[in-house]
């Protein structure tokens, strides 16, 4: 998660000095720090981390403070309207020229070939647009492997054990799942500090009972396992993958 991190603090630098180039102000956007990362999981395991941040609602009200005041919105406001379309253009390039890739679950997405950020990709990757299509290859794949998971009687073993201790500790919930559906409404009518207080001491008993139970870690061991054996019809793009974030870190170190 560092050298994620890492990569994107560099390639915030290059569309910074991109934009500068294209004769606009630009501000690096907040970078999603190692610890705002582990926010998704498919459970919470670290009890120091659920102690300080529950389930990551300080993280999300970081953000939308964030999409509120940055300086880039209130730059881009402050634009005539003819400058705030070859902004965004500068910015985000267009679709008249694409990159296009199929996902492995269906469909297809696409990306601009021109902009700022294709540009600093192109500068961190090598190649922008390989790196784009085996980046969305490899993160699309979940939806072929997660129900192979979610049915592994290793992992609903687990669960059941991890339920069974979450009850005993008067939280009766039956999966991780249960308490991501009810989350909202376990704080429905709380101020800010109250839903943060009552989300943490949920979350750290989750991780305790995931902990004792080690339903965090057999949930990454399973997750290993069914993503490598997917993997294996798309080593090509698993290879590119792999061989572009080392080379994007590289490249990073070195601005």
């Keep these: 998660m560092a050298e994620e991190v ?25 970078v999603l720090s190692v610890q705002a990362r582990k926010v998704g999981a498919y459970v919470v395991d670290d009890v120091a ?7 990551g609602r300080s993280f999300d009200a970081a953000a939308q ?28 390039g267009t679709f008249t020229h694409t990159i296009t890739t199929e996902l492995p679950s269906g469909g297809s997405v696409r990306t601009p070939r021109d902009g700022c950020y294709a540009q600093a990709r192109e500068q961190l990757y090598g190649d922008y ?5 085996a980046k969305k290859t490899v993160t699309a794949l979940t939806p072929l492997y997660v129900p192979r998971i979610l049915q592994d009687e290793r992992l609903t073993s687990t669960v059941a054990a991890w339920s069974r ?20 409404s376990l704080i429905h009518g709380m101020t800010e500090s109250q839903a943060l207080r009552s989300e943490s001491a949920l979350a ?31 080593a ?3 290879t590119a993958y792999r061989r572009m ?11």
């Design 49 to 55: 981390w659920a102690r300080r941040y529950g389930y």
């Design 165 to 184: 201790c979450m009850k005993a500790a008067g939280r009766p919930f039956q999966s991780p799942d249960a308490i991501r559906r009810e989350r909202e």
């Design 245 to 255: 974030r080392l080379s994007a870190l590289a490249r990073a170190h070195s601005l």
């Design 236 to 238: 090509e793009e698993f």
């Design 129 to 133: 647009a390989t790196w784009f299509r």
């Design 6 to 30: 890492e990569v994107d603090r560099a390639e915030q630098a290059l569309v910074t000095r991109c934009m500068q180039r294209r004769g606009f102000r630009y501000w690096p956007l907040p």
């Design 65 to 92: 403070k964030a999409n509120r005041s940055h300086p880039n919105i209130t730059y881009v406001k402050g634009l005539p309207k003819k400058e705030r379309v070859r902004y965004s253009r500068a910015l985000d």
């Design 204 to 234: 750290v008993t989750e991780a305790e009972c995931a902990q004792q139970t080690s339903l965090g870690k057999t949930a990454r061991a399973l997750e290993t396992e069914y993503r490598d054996k997917v993997a294996r019809d798309y």
